[in-house]
């Protein structure tokens, strides 16, 4: 088996979890075994549908629908609970390609053990694809990266007032 990489799409540009998502179609398309877990998002999104009819195993969910700075500290417990819980559970799965969208978000909110977090990506088989998103990559995510591209906004339709668009951006 060739060895596996870890894969980084970071910034404040869109794009980040659609390039992830993006190399989940390819890898099931090759027969391999994906599966996704999804920090800190709960609303469905038209990808998350397709991949796991195609085959992904995917764990997402949060508690309720704010987000973590509108959250009180119940909430953040019970989310922080999610999202240990649906890693956990990933783990537990054999995986060719794993994903992790939105990690570097879930360890800048304190929303999942980092320790965790960082074994999963450090120690991961040799053989398995990794994926990372987010903002603002940890500095040991950065060191980690085989591949590391920054998805820098130039210019985004909400400037204009215009919303996020079913079918384009979720």
Not at 2 to 10: E, M, P
Not at 108 to 127: F, H, I, N, R, S
Request: neutral net charge; contains cysteine; glycine residues 8%.
């Amino acid at each position: 088996m060739a060895k596996g990489l870890i894969h980084l799409y970071w910034g404040d540009g869109k794009g980040k979890t659609t390039a992830a998502m993006g190399v989940a179609m390819r890898a099931l398309a090759a027969g391999k075994k994906v599966v996704i877990v999804q920090f800190l998002k709960g609303q469905e999104s038209g990808e998350i549908t397709l991949l796991s009819q195609l085959g992904a195993k995917i764990y997402r969910g949060k508690a309720g629908h704010k987000f973590v700075f509108q959250m009180t500290e119940e909430e953040k417990a019970e989310t922080r609970k999610v999202q240990e819980e649906n890693l956990l559970a990933a783990l537990q799965e054999p995986a060719d390609l794993l994903i992790l969208d939105e990690a570097c978000a879930a360890v800048q909110l304190k929303m999942v053990d980092e320790a965790l977090l960082k074994k999963t990506v450090c120690q991961k088989p040799e053989e398995q694809e990794l994926i990372l998103t987010g903002r603002n990559p940890a500095d040991w995510m950065m060191e980690a990266a085989d591949y590391s591209t920054e998805m820098h906004c130039w210019r985004h339709p909400y400037e204009k007032g215009i919303g996020a668009r079913k079918g384009v951006e979720f």
